[in-house]
């Protein structure tokens, strides 16, 4: 059995994972289908030009028109996304070099990461200004960042999103302790930059592998969009030192107040760390501390699991007794095994996947 749940986190993991991913494909094809190309709704709506238009003469005075507010055009709206919620696919990531090629769901729980990678929602969405940041397994659930570590600087990452292809190129590698969360912040608010982090060494939780990266416009599909955070909802209020209506996003959905104050320190309202998140934009604190590492839960993290295990527990013991049984009324070893094998395989896999669920998501 030690044995068999060491197979099961290694390669048995990998069917959850896939069979995840082959849902998230078919739904985030249907999502691009469903949304126009980026610039497509504008040149709908562009007239006509290349046929003269007969207007009437106007039948009122001329209206003078302030020449300072017809020279500037109004700033492209941000795309119109679809309400995303955590473990809902966001973007396809694809690394030739390596044979990386998964879609991406929003979040970083243990429960999205079982999924597949995950983008952190406390920061940018790829293709957008700031700090994109994604984290990935290494050596369970599919293992899409298993060989990171071999990119080379230059390297392509392709991220597709609902906003158009964007294509990143390899600019660093370093290896952190898993406290060091301001690798995926943002310390540029003005350029497009693609962090990817896993667990380090393989089969280890001891450090962190950071992957840097920035745009590469020139073979992009679209330019950097203005970035909208944790998908244009509202931070819940998470201590006291806050009211409600200081810890919304802002109506731009670019700067977001910290709803988490350190309880010990009264010196800072939700005005102030607004006019702090401005300030420092997506590099700042308040939306900074956010961030938490994907991988930091500890053991028996998820309560839930624990009737689960005890309910498959029991059902793997009552197959084991009745084919021990079966073997004794036939006096024959093998029948009890032949019968019984199928339905103990079955019920040990989901034996051996709610025990998982009690373990760190970094094992």
Not at 5 to 31: D, H, K, M, P
Not at 50 to 77: G, Q, W
Not at 101 to 122: C, M, Q, R, T, W
């Amino acid at each position: 059995l030690m044995f068999g749940f060491v197979a099961y986190q290694l390669w048995g993991t990998g069917i959850e994972t896939a069979r995840a991913q082959n849902a998230l494909e078919s739904e985030f094809e249907e999502l691009l289908a469903a949304t126009p190309p980026p610039g497509a709704e504008s040149a709908a709506t562009t007239p006509d030009t290349t046929s003269p238009v007969t207007t009437d003469p106007p039948t009122t005075d001329p209206v003078t028109t302030d020449p300072a507010t017809t020279d500037t055009e109004p700033p492209a709206a941000q795309a119109e996304l679809p309400v995303v919620e955590e473990g809902d696919p966001v973007a396809r990531l694809e690394m030739p070099t390596i044979g990386v090629d998964n879609i991406v769901v929003a979040g970083v729980d243990k429960s999205d990461l079982k999924k597949g990678p995950g983008h952190y929602p406390e920061t940018p969405m790829p293709g957008q200004l700031g700090n994109a940041a994604i984290a990935g397994h290494r050596t369970t659930y599919g293992q899409p960042f298993f060989n990171v570590d071999k990119l080379d600087i230059d390297d392509e990452i392709v991220v597709t999103t609902l906003e158009g292809r964007f294509v990143y190129r390899v600019t660093g590698q370093r290896i952190v302790s898993p406290s060091e969360y301001e690798v995926v912040a943002t310390t540029d608010p003005t350029t497009a930059t693609l962090t990817l982090t896993s667990c380090h060494p393989k089969y280890t939780a001891r450090e962190r592998i950071i992957i840097f990266s920035e745009l590469d416009s020139a073979a992009s599909s679209a330019t950097a969009a203005e970035p909208v955070i944790n998908y244009g909802r509202p931070f819940e209020a998470a201590s006291a030192g806050t009211d409600d209506e200081d810890d919304e996003v802002d109506p731009t959905n670019t700067v977001v107040d910290d709803p988490v104050i350190d309880a010990d320190s009264d010196s800072e309202t939700g005005d102030e760390l607004d006019a702090a998140a401005q300030a420092g934009g997506l590099g700042s604190v308040a939306v900074n501390t956010e961030i938490a590492d994907a991988f930091s839960e500890g053991w028996f993290s998820d309560p839930g699991a624990n009737g689960q295990v005890l309910l498959w527990g029991l059902a793997l013991a009552a197959v084991g007794i009745l084919s021990y049984l079966l073997s004794r009324r036939t006096k024959r070893d093998w029948v009890g095994l032949t019968v019984g094998i199928v339905p103990f395989l079955v019920v040990l896999y989901f034996f051996f996947q709610n025990v998982n669920r009690l373990l760190p998501p970094n094992l």
